[in-house]
């Protein structure tokens, strides 16, 4: 287990949980997924860091049917209340580690690719084209070269980066159907996130 996920794992990722998010945070993401997809159907959803499922709490009011949904959490703290959500299924583990034959037709990650060790990064790339069987968001902290930020005087915990072009690097069977940028200044803030939604290619 490397730093980021123990940082994660522990008394720090304790702490996020308990004073990140609030009901708000619900409609916000919300109209974050609903401008994102704009009418795409989607039946299966896979979230690597869920943390307590706000993102999965908004997919399930902008996607009605959804008939499988896969949460990752490392955190223990957040694990437990992920499994207070009826309908989907909550793994306490480390996306660098996580396997699965399944498909979905959603696999993604917002503001948790910045956090991860950026030596693992290629393994979780992988296994987000392999998991998905039509698309791939990622909403994350851009920056066209990679640089380390300190995270709350925590050094080594954040680190920006182009990822988009780094997971079309190992995926050439994606391309890139659309991106965009939420500011924190909006009427339904977010993060000042980055978004890119790919879409598998035709075989």
Not at 13 to 24: D, H
Request: glycine share 4%; charged share 25%.
């Amino acid at each position: 287990m490397n730093d980021q996920e123990k940082f994660w794992l522990g008394n720090f990722g304790n702490n996020y949980t308990k004073r990140s998010f609030n009901q708000k945070t619900i409609l916000n993401n919300k109209i974050f997924f609903s401008k994102i997809f704009n009418n795409k159907k989607v039946n299966s959803i896979l979230e690597l860091g869920a943390n307590v499922g706000y993102n999965i709490l908004a997919l399930k009011k902008v996607f009605k049917k959804l008939k499988l949904i896969t949460c990752i959490e490392i955190n223990n703290f957040a694990y437990k209340k992920l499994l207070k959500i009826k309908g989907i299924d909550a793994i306490n583990e480390s996306l660098i580690k996580f396997q699965s034959k399944k498909k979905y037709e959603l696999v993604f990650t917002k503001g948790v690719l910045i956090h991860i060790n950026p030596s693992c990064l290629k393994t979780v790339y992988k296994m987000m084209g392999k998991n998905s069987s039509k698309y791939v968001l990622i909403a994350e902290y851009y920056n066209p070269t990679p640089v380390k930020i300190d995270y709350r005087r925590n050094k080594n915990k954040l680190f920006k980066r182009d990822f988009a072009k780094e997971f079309l690097h190992v995926n050439k069977n994606f391309k890139l159907l659309d991106y965009g940028f939420t500011y924190h200044k909006d009427i339904y803030p977010q993060d000042d996130l980055t978004w890119f939604l790919f879409k598998k290619k035709l075989s």
